[in-house]
């Protein structure tokens, strides 16, 4: 990071001083940084700025020029940024040389007098931004762009060190970027750091802050979830969450394998997505450390995967059974079951019992609200696990990784079904829960369940092997 007499010099060029809550985010070393904004609340000038306090002033006859990129969907919507970075940097004579059609589809670059060249991309070909190694990337519009943007960023800044900062709202953007926005407010093992900058923020345009008459008129005219998402720059969870009680900032955390204890799996083998998870239990506490979640594979391919993994030899140390697996993993059909091909391939036995869906799911999200009095809650997973979505032509938003389908398992709208998809580790998860806790359940509603005849599995909509 440059020392404070960038800070002042560049805030002179942008004809503006940053209120308290942009200092936050211009003050913070981290080499990936977040910005969500409510609307008019300053969003873009500040991720320009903090762009500008990164990239310095270079002075010494040694320095070697460097590329920086800023990424929009498409060139136009990089424009506000890179002209609030040209500007600065014209006013104070330092552009060198600078292309800006008119074109809205034409890139705009600039390069600066100690060579440095600033150039906008666009992300509708990422495979286009896997061929060269920058020093930084400004990602604007960044929740109208697919995660592996960033993720294509973050590899073209590893040479380098270099940064990146996301800059987008929570309007109409895709799932990952609100989850990137909680998961960095939280310690994570990314480096990252994440910002809101709600609309009552701008002191100049609302004075009174979040009590100014204008934000209480907004607030009492706009439904909950509009508001918080245009305006608080603040994720608001569905009425349609399976599993509302699951918070970043509250379950994911760095925490510690204990070496000295058995890990347990908890499988779900769905055809579409075969789900793998590992955790460690003591007592009433159970600790997810990590997952395997592959798409379109069957055992004979991931129980290979599971065997390879840095836990296995702690799965081994379980002395009988070594984990759960769906009731459906009993079913044999035409071919071996998943629990007999786990015993083939691996040596491993997995328990397996019946469960109703409603008291797996009424499991799972008692055991994840915090103790009020301790704050803790009875699951934790680690910040080392990944987050991931894509757009599926089909299926709409679709999680690619093991802890994002808590962001995507709904309801039907007008009923309480559960939608049997995004659903597979968290399903293993409940499975492994009232397994291991059924003493617990069975105390605590005081009355032993009477034996129901149902379909096995998930019910009508289970597509499982």
Not at 108 to 113: H, I, K, N, R, T
Not at 136 to 149: C, D
Not at 217 to 231: C, D, G, I, Q
Not at 329 to 349: D, H, P, Y
Request: aromatic share 12%; hydrophobic share 40%.
């Amino acid at each position: 990071m440059n020392s404070d007499p960038i800070w002042g010099l560049v805030d002179d060029l942008m004809g503006s001083r940053p209120n308290i809550t942009q200092q936050q985010a211009l003050r913070a070393e981290n080499r990936f940084i977040l910005i969500c904004g409510g609307e008019r609340a300053g969003k873009s000038i500040t991720a320009s700025r903090l762009a500008m306090y990164k990239i310095g002033l270079q002075t010494s006859d040694a320095y070697k020029p460097r590329t920086y990129w800023i990424v929009g969907p498409d060139y136009r919507q990089c424009r506000p940024e890179f002209t609030y970075i040209y500007n600065a940097y014209q006013k104070a004579g330092w552009v060198k040389s600078a292309s800006m059609p008119v074109d809205p589809a034409s890139p705009w670059s600039m390069v600066l007098a100690w060579g440095d060249t600033i150039e906008t991309r666009s992300s509708n070909d990422i495979t286009k931004l896997a061929s060269f190694t920058i020093h930084g990337a400004l990602m604007v519009e960044a929740g109208q762009q697919e995660e592996a943007v960033w993720l294509k960023l973050r590899g073209r800044v590893s040479e380098t060190r270099g940064w990146v900062i996301i800059v987008g709202t929570l309007e109409n953007g895709l799932p990952w970027f609100g989850a990137y926005l909680q998961r960095w407010k939280a310690p994570n093992p990314d480096g990252g750091r994440s910002f809101s900058f709600p609309t009552w923020s701008n002191t100049d345009i609302y004075p009174l802050g979040e009590s100014d008459p204008e934000i209480l008129s907004l607030k009492a005219t706009m439904p909950e979830e509009y508001f918080y998402e245009r305006y608080a720059a603040e994720p608001i969870k569905s009425s349609l969450l399976v599993i509302p009680e699951f918070d970043f900032g509250v379950h994911v955390r760095p925490i510690q394998i204990e070496k000295a204890a058995p890990v347990e799996l908890f499988i779900d083998p769905g055809k579409h997505t075969y789900a793998v998870g590992f955790a460690q239990t003591f007592g009433a506490y159970t600790y997810v450390h990590d997952a395997i979640y592959t798409k379109g594979m069957i055992a004979q391919d991931v129980i290979p995967l599971v065997m390879r993994h840095e836990l296995w030899p702690l799965v081994l140390k379980n002395d009988r059974t070594h984990g759960t697996i769906d009731f459906a993993g009993r079913q044999e059909n035409a071919n071996e079951s998943q629990i007999t091909l786990w015993k083939k391939i691996a040596g491993v036995s997995l328990r397996s019992r019946y469960i109703r869906v409603d008291d797996s799911i009424r499991t799972l999200r008692f055991r994840l609200k915090p103790n009020p009095v301790t704050g803790q809650p009875l699951v934790i997973f680690s910040s080392a696990m990944k987050t991931g979505y894509i757009e599926h032509p089909e299926y709409g938003v679709v999680a690619t990784q093991a802890i994002s389908e808590f962001q995507l398992w709904r309801r039907r709208p007008g009923s309480n079904e559960p939608v049997d998809r995004n659903n597979d580790f968290i399903k293993a998860l409940c499975y492994y829960m009232v397994d291991k806790f059924a003493d617990e359940i069975e105390q605590r509603a005081k009355v032993k369940p009477k034996a129901v005849k149902r379909n096995i599995g998930w019910g009508k909509e289970y597509r499982h092997a």
